[in-house]
Nanobody, 117 residues
Framework: QVQLVESGGGLVQTGGSLKLSCAVS????????VAWHRQVPGKQRELLGS???????HYTDSVKGRFTISRDYTKDTVYLQMNSLKPGDTAVYYC???????????WGQGTQVTVSS
């Protein structure tokens, strides 16, 4: 069982920045990758990007250039730095992961991000 806890969400104005954290309950090197997603009520959850076990970050086109995924292995924490935020970025943000050799996808509880115009 892997637990993930997101934090750092809140209210920010258009053009502002937020940094979300995803604290993982196990050694981060035992995980395949950690991904960030977001979801707006009534819409499908959207993948934003991920960071692999070797530290390579990948992004979807919708956030490339504005969002950055990083990690601190000493804290077993993955971050999502979000810059140039727009009202369209308003959503609940989730992190997820799978453990090496285990197909189960573990999810955090989500953190709300609201961008005001």
């Amino acid at each position: 069982q892997v637990q993930l806890v997101e934090s750092g969400g809140g209210l920010v104005q258009t053009g502002g920045s937020l940094k979300l954290s995803c604290a993982v309950s196990t050694n981060i090197f035992s995980l395949d990758a950690v991904a960030w997603h977001r979801q707006v009520p009534g819409k499908q959850r959207e993948l934003l990007g991920s960071i692999t076990k070797v530290g390579e970050a990948h992004y979807t086109d919708s956030v490339k250039g504005r969002f950055t995924i990083s990690r601190d292995y000493t804290k077993d924490t993955v971050y999502l730095q979000m810059n140039s935020l727009k009202p369209g970025d308003t959503a609940v943000y989730y992190c997820s992961t799978t453990r090496i050799g285990d197909r189960t996808v573990y999810w955090g509880q989500g953190t709300q991000v609201t961008v005001s115009s």
